[in-house]
């Protein structure tokens, strides 16, 4: 007799819950149902290149995916300001829209928003180019006055690549355009080596670009943006202004064990497990909001619900980044291998980062070239 598959529910299909879900059902021994509020999957760390080419190219269906993988894919949008960790823990079932899902084990994969919501007449948003990319940016840019000035706000990994993206596109269609970044801290992409924010401002310098570091927004109304920057309050022009002043974890960030266990009151729970950029985990494993750690992240739950169902030990997460890189503009980048101090700029780094983002996407198409750092 056919024993009935074990139920798993995973919410959200971004990089460690489709990492997650595709493992699961590929094991054949539980019964898998992602649930996410989109229709389809965005390979978001290709965002900034949606300034040239539609967004289209860097999205999935989920119900082809869920074909693909053999698992079921439920659209809907989880209330998580609502989401009652202890009950679902003790009730095996969540809401999700109108239905009520039992659920054997639980992955939380609901990743990180927008931190800023600033929105308004040319003000373009994450969730906005998360919609409907940056072609939208570049059709308004065109259509404007003589002279257009483009501002992002925030110079991490997202507003600079962006920043760069979008430069070089349209001074290619005319050199009309002024750009500028304004950024809180005193140096670009904050986190990463000092190299990184060397070669950046080189680049921008080379491309006439105004920085101001250490450099807050406050407000913008009616093109002009008013900051407060080292000498106090200040208000420059901008024509259109990206606001990429980063992410905050949804729906909160997610304590949880080093094998990816959601720690109820301190005790980990047994059958709640959280992945990404919503969760951090104890242990040495990297914690960064990263593509590379979520996806670890979510290979290391899928690895333990399996090892906790037949009984058997789990794996310690442990993943360490040998790597990371920022491209700017098509072409040239910045990033470290193997060691932070040693950086490689230009083409070779954004080689390299095309080369790493590739995994993903063969793991998508079912080849599965990852090498987990599991124990
Ligand atoms: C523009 C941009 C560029 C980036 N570039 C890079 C890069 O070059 N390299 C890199 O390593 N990292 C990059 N990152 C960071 C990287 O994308 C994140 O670290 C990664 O996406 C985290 O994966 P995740 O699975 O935790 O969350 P996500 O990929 O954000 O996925 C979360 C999923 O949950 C769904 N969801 C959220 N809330 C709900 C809800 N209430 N109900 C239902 N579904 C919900 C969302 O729709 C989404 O599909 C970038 C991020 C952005 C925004």
């Not at 308004?120 to 994450?126: E, K, Q, R, V």
């Not at 050199?175 to 070669?199: C, E, S, T, W």
């Not at 047994?270 to 590379?292: H, K, M, P, W």
């Not at 072409?331 to 101090?341: A, L, S």
Request: glycine fraction near 10%.
């Amino acid at each position: 007799m056919q024993t009935e598959r074990k139920k798993i529910i995973v919410l959200g299909g971004g990089y460690a819950g489709l990492s997650t879900a595709v493992l699961l059902s590929r094991s054949g021994k539980f019964q898998v149902t992602l649930v996410d509020s989109r229709e389809r999957f965005l390979n978001q760390i290709h965002l900034h290149k949606t300034v040239s080419e539609p967004i289209d190219h860097f999205q999935i269906p989920y119900t082809e995916l869920a074909d693909r993988f053999d698992f079921q894919f439920l659209p809907g949008k989880i209330d998580t300001a609502s989401l009652d960790l202890a009950k679902l823990e003790t009730t095996g079932r969540i809401r999700v829209m109108s239905e009520e899902l039992p659920f054997d084990y639980l992955a939380i994969c609901t990743g990180a928003r927008a931190r800023s919501h600033d929105s308004g007449h040319h003000i373009y948003t994450l969730d906005y180019l998360k919609e409907h990319g940056g072609e939208g940016i570049v059709s308004e840019a065109m259509v404007t006055r003589e002279h257009t000035t483009i501002t992002v706000i925030g110079g991490g990994a997202t507003g600079i690549q962006f920043l760069f993206e979008l430069h070089d596109f349209l001074r290619k269609k005319s050199g009309r355009f002024k750009f500028q970044i304004v950024q809180m801290d005193d140096r670009l992409v904050p986190g990463m080596p000092r190299a990184f924010h060397n070669y950046t401002m080189k680049r921008l310098k080379d491309r006439g670009i105004e920085c101001y570091l250490s450099t807050r927004f406050i407000e913008a109304a009616n093109n002009q943006l008013k900051l407060e920057g080292p000498d106090g309050s200040s208000e420059i022009s901008s024509d259109l202004t990206l606001m990429l002043s980063g992410v905050e974890p949804v729906p909160e960030l997610l304590r949880c064990n080093v094998y990816g266990q959601l720690l109820l009151n301190g005790r980990p729970s047994n059958r709640i497990f959280a992945a990404g950029d919503c969760s951090v985990y104890e242990g040495s494993g990297l914690n960064s909001f990263t593509a590379q750690t979520a996806v670890r992240k979510g290979r290391t739950i899928a690895s333990n619900i399996e090892a906790l169902d037949a009984n058997k030990p789990m794996s310690r997460y442990k993943y360490q980044e040998l790597g990371y890189f920022l491209s700017l503009g098509p072409w040239d980048g910045i990033g470290w291998i193997v060691f932070p101090f040693n950086t490689i700029a230009g083409p070779p780094a954004f080689a390299i980062k095309e080369a790493i983002e590739m995994q993903f996407q063969f793991f998508l198409k079912g080849l599965d070239t990852y090498i987990d750092w599991l124990s």
